[in-house]
């Protein structure tokens, strides 16, 4: 018999009626249900990540008003906008203790803290300790024990020690350990250290100085 008689679903001109009909439905629909789900360009752009962020950092009793980009460290505007260059940027990974500040009177790493989630709480940093040149009395005891060598690690190391005594006015040498443990010293001047918190500690609790 002869196929000449014969249509498929593409008939003599290659697409049939019905094969045309189904095939720009299905492709209707398909646009429709992307045009649904797909964000707009103006939608899926991101934030601009250096687009500077307005701050107030309040800082040893003084309050900063800022634009800092959203990836700043609280440490690199510190030293670089403020110019408190006491805290020193060491590992900048938040293992070694140079940047330690305060934040509401608990020990932080400045190197792991952004500057905009400072914003709202109270900053006290190595120059915050003093009043005026008079040195607070943890800082005459680091100089009495001798409670440093090179002296980079000092200022954080102060500052730990600063929130210890600040939670626990008493510490014992187990508790001075303990709370001193995030600070790192390559000049091993450890035992001189734990004897200058211990003396700044008793200090305070005989005549209730800073």
Same mark, same amino acid.
């Given at each position: 018999?002869?196929?000449r008689g014969?249509?498929?679903?593409?008939?003599?001109?290659? =697409?049939? $009626?019905?094969?045309?009909?189904?095939?720009?439905?299905?492709?209707?629909?398909?646009?429709? =249900?992307?045009?649904?789900?797909? %964000?707009?360009?103006?939608?899926?752009?991101?934030?601009?990540?250096?687009? %500077?962020?307005? /701050? =107030?950092?309040?800082?040893?009793?003084?309050?900063?008003?800022?634009?800092?980009?959203?990836?700043?460290?609280?440490?690199? =505007?510190?030293?670089?906008?403020?110019?408190?260059?006491?805290?020193?940027?060491?590992?900048? $990974?938040?293992?070694? *203790?140079?940047?330690?500040?305060?934040?509401?009177?608990?020990?932080?790493?400045?190197?792991?803290?952004?500057?905009?989630?400072?914003?709202?709480?109270? /900053?006290?940093?190595?120059? *915050?300790?003093?009043?005026?040149?008079?040195?607070?009395?943890l800082q005459?005891?680091? /100089?009495h024990e001798?409670?440093?060598?090179?002296?980079?690690?000092?200022?954080?190391?102060?500052?730990?020690?600063?929130?210890?005594?600040?939670?626990?006015?008493? %510490?014992?040498?187990?508790?001075?350990?303990?709370?001193?443990?995030?600070?790192?010293? $390559?000049?091993?001047?450890?035992?001189?250290?734990?004897?200058?918190?211990?003396?700044?500690?008793?200090? $305070?609790?005989?005549?209730?100085?800073?």
């Open positions: 018999m002869s196929d014969k249509q498929g679903p593409c008939g003599p001109q290659g =697409v049939s $009626r019905r094969g045309f009909l189904t095939t720009v439905s299905s492709s209707a629909a398909a646009a429709a =249900v992307v045009g649904a789900v797909a %964000p707009t360009v103006a939608e899926a752009a991101p934030r601009d990540a250096s687009e %500077p962020t307005p /701050i =107030v950092l309040h800082v040893n009793g003084r309050k900063y008003r800022l634009a800092v980009e959203p990836r700043e460290t609280l440490i690199s =505007v510190l030293r670089e906008r403020l110019g408190l260059t006491g805290s020193k940027p060491g590992c900048e $990974r938040g293992e070694c *203790g140079a940047c330690t500040v305060l934040l509401d009177g608990s020990t932080r790493y400045s190197c792991m803290t952004l500057a905009v989630e400072a914003q709202g709480h109270i /900053i006290t940093t190595i120059e *915050g300790l003093a009043d005026g040149e008079e040195l607070s009395e005459k005891a680091f /100089i001798d409670a440093y060598q090179c002296g980079f690690c000092t200022p954080g190391q102060v500052m730990a020690a600063e929130g210890l005594l600040r939670k626990n006015p008493a %510490p014992t040498m187990d508790d001075v350990r303990l709370g001193m443990s995030g600070n790192l010293c $390559r000049c091993g001047a450890y035992g001189h250290i734990f004897k200058a918190v211990q003396k700044a500690a008793s200090t $305070r609790r005989a005549g209730g100085a800073k």
